[in-house]
């Protein structure tokens, strides 16, 4: 997320330079399963350093992210700053207060994308949701209504808060058998799992979201 404390990895792969950005940001989301802390990620691409903000709220007056667009592009300027190189959007899915609209998020990436573009700011946009557990997803996941991850098989998963519902591993295994790998986003803020470690394991490797 913009603003955290990044974590330099060491390079995990080097890559032919001239793939699309898009093709490069799949072969990373193929090199990571798990987040947990940090979610910027970095990557060496024939000796040019890429970093991928893997979560991020930088759409304006859709959720709890910026209000304005002009915070939104003041956001992007700090990330530049810190080393950021692409972004993929996270707004939030299916969460109790705030539902981001599938098509909302295109317009926004595509609207913000051609502001960089413009304004000569050298910062790559890709959609995608966070999504709040419940046993909607997997048809909204088919009807296209919440975005994975940069267009991939990776979908970033939120928990609730305080529990990790019965249903949960049903949910994974039914994400996992449409070919879609769930992140667990944050799982250190999930009361449950904090108060009883174990059931992150069973969610791992159920989820098979370690390496």
């Known amino acids: 997320m913009i603003g955290a404390n990044k974590v330099r990895l060491p390079a995990m792969q080097i890559f032919h330079p001239q793939r699309s950005n898009f093709l490069k940001l799949r072969i990373i989301l193929e090199q990571i399963v798990y987040i947990y802390n940090s979610t910027i990620r970095v990557y060496t691409i024939i000796g040019v350093v890429i970093a991928v ?9 859709v959720d709890d ?26 707004s939030h899915s299916n969460h109790p207060l705030f539902d981001v609209d599938y098509h909302a998020v295109t317009d926004q990436i595509n609207l ?13 946009l890709h959609t995608g949701h966070e999504v709040r557990l419940s046993e909607k997803i997997i048809p909204l996941y088919k009807s296209n209504h919440i975005h994975t991850l940069a267009n991939s098989q990776y979908f970033l998963l939120e928990l609730p808060s305080n529990s990790v519902p019965t249903y949960t591993k049903h949910i994974i295994h039914a994400l996992l058998t449409e070919g879609i790998t769930p992140i667990i986003a944050h799982p250190e803020r999930n009361k449950a799992i904090v108060e009883k470690l174990a059931r992150w394991s069973i969610l791992s490797f159920k989820g098979r979201l370690h390496k």
């Not at 903000?53 to 007056?61: A, F, G, K, T, Y």
């Not at 910026?66 to 950021?84: C, R, S």
């Not at 913000?112 to 790559?124: G, K, M, R, V």
């Open 53 to 61: 903000d893997m979560h991020s709220h930088i759409l304006w007056n």
């Open 65 to 90: 992210g910026p209000k304005k667009m002009e915070e939104t592009m003041k956001l992007f300027e700090q990330a530049v700053k810190e080393g950021i190189t692409q972004i993929i959007s996270t």
């Open 112 to 124: 913000l994308q051609d502001e960089l573009t413009n304004h000569c700011i050298p910062l790559t």
